[in-house]
């Protein structure tokens, strides 16, 4: 089968958040037995990062509304059956980030990634299926059956998290180039505006979500983020389907990124990379519990409710914390306040940087993934490999993958409602586990003996493909 996967960030190439990590794994077990193919844009750097980037064909026009843009193919083939190609308009594409800057977001988004999807439609052609993933993708499936006809590839819609939905002015409908008459409650019309996301839940042969508990729970109100109507009409064809995890990249023994090797039968290295982690962030080795936190900071990620625990809980409970993470300026600068209010017990790196990721997820004893919702999450699924016990709220993908201690197949810590009390409890009770060594260890290997890797979770996409 040849398959086209479409997105608009794709690790190593670019990444901002688990998007391009869930696109790179799932494109690399799909290789394994299809021609796969993955389209993204040229950001910024990727030349300099790989230089042996080579052109494919001629330079080609798209209609923007009214203009003419330019753009071109460079190809890359990181592994046999794989091929990844990058469109080229500097206009759009090299900037100093991805989407946003300052963290306000690119104001011609809508422009860029119509451009990119007129691009990524007109490529398809060649392919048996084409999967397009988030909103910057989700026109692609009604501009081939409203403007390619007869033909077009079978598509594959999915959502990564509901909550961003490309909604613009209406005005902007007109760089589609598509009748007007298109613009319609039954496409991609909501509420007067453009929404990305509406045309490909309309549009898509099928709609998949990143785990099978986020897939029930967008049907409802609560999550559906305004959409669940439109979902509900296409539940038939909805289907949930966990992420996986590159365990060729996020791996204990032979990671290039940690301080020392560990394993299910050698657990040792783990106080090593614990040690080196404090030293990183500038926090004494005073054999205390240590709490991380990996993520993109935005409301969605419970960041205002985990402050609110911690700043009741530093003073009383001899435990540290340590945080990387970027986004919403409010929140960066909550958590700078935090660190210094307990400058010997929080330590906190605004950012994202890969290699400490690896040593956080290696170096902490908890990870804290709080969230409102959460579509799938994978530092979680990281963390269990790493022997990182995860402490989540029960939503979406962290539910369909942790199971309470109070459990014999226990593998984390889980709380069901989403409030501060909860989550404080929850801290409570892996302080109670790290006060039980042998527990503790027998929790940390149920989770590291876990098989959440891409080949199983590709079988499930390939299967779908084949309808």
Not at 41 to 60: N, T
Not at 187 to 193: A, D, I, K, L, S
Request: net charge negative.
């Amino acid at each position: 089968m040849r398959i086209l996967q479409a997105v608009s960030e794709f690790f190593p190439y670019s990444k901002t958040g688990g998007l391009a990590d869930m696109v790179a794994g799932l494109s690399g077990a799909l290789a394994r037995t299809h021609e796969v193919t993955v389209a993204t844009p040229l950001y910024r750097g990727i030349r300099e990062q790989f230089p042996d980037l080579e052109a494919v064909g001629d330079e080609f026009e798209l209609p923007l509304g009214d203009a003419k843009l330019t753009g071109r193919w460079w190809r890359h083939q990181p592994s046999p059956n794989l091929i990844v190609l990058l469109l080229e308009n500097d206009a759009f594409y090299d900037r100093p980030g991805l989407y946003m800057e300052h963290g306000e977001g690119y104001w011609d988004n809508p422009e860029r990634f119509i451009f990119f999807s007129k691009a990524v439609a007109r490529l398809s052609l060649d392919y048996d299926v084409a999967h397009l993933h988030d909103w910057q993708t989700a026109i692609v499936p009604m501009l081939l059956k409203e403007g390619a006809g007869k033909g077009t590839p079978r598509t594959v819609f999915t959502i990564h998290n509901l909550a961003y939905q490309g909604s613009c002015d209406a005005d902007r409908f007109s760089f589609t180039n598509l009748s007007a008459k298109l613009f319609h409650s039954r496409g991609p019309e909501h509420f007067g505006q453009l929404n990305f996301m509406k045309a490909g839940l309309h549009y898509a042969d099928a709609i998949t979500t990143v785990s099978p508990q986020y897939a029930q729970e967008i049907l409802t109100e609560e999550f559906g983020e305004g959409l669940s109507g439109e979902l509900l009409k296409r539940k038939d064809q909805l289907t949930g389907i966990l992420n996986g995890v590159d365990y060729a990249e996020w791996r204990t023994r032979g990671n290039p990124h940690l301080a020392a090797e560990y394993d299910l039968e050698n657990l040792s290295g783990k106080a090593t990379c614990k040690a080196q982690l404090l030293e990183i962030f500038g926090l004494p080795n005073e054999g205390l519990p240590l709490f991380a936190v990996v993520s993109r900071l935005a409301e969605q990620k419970g960041i205002t409710q985990l402050v609110e625990a911690l700043a009741e809980l530093l003073p009383g409970d001899g435990f540290q914390f340590v945080l990387l993470g970027s986004g919403d300026e409010a929140l960066e600068e909550m958590l700078l306040q935090l660190r210094a209010e307990f400058p010997n017990r929080v330590g906190v790196e605004i950012g994202y940087d890969q290699s400490l990721s690896h040593k956080i997820e290696a170096g902490a004893d908890f990870f804290l993934m709080p969230s409102r919702f959460e579509p799938c999450g994978l530092n979680q699924l990281y963390s269990l490999r790493y022997g990182t016990i995860p402490i989540v709220h029960a939503v979406g993908g962290l539910k369909d993958s942790i199971t309470d201690i109070q459990k014999p197949e226990g593998n984390g810590i889980r709380y069901e409602q989403f409030d501060v009390p909860q989550l404080s409890t929850a801290i409570h009770h892996a302080l109670s586990l790290s006060r039980d060594p042998k527990k503790m260890e027998m929790v940390r290997r149920i989770g590291m003996k876990q098989d959440f890797s891409w080949p199983m979770a590709a079988q499930k996409y390939t299967q779908l493909y084949s309808k």
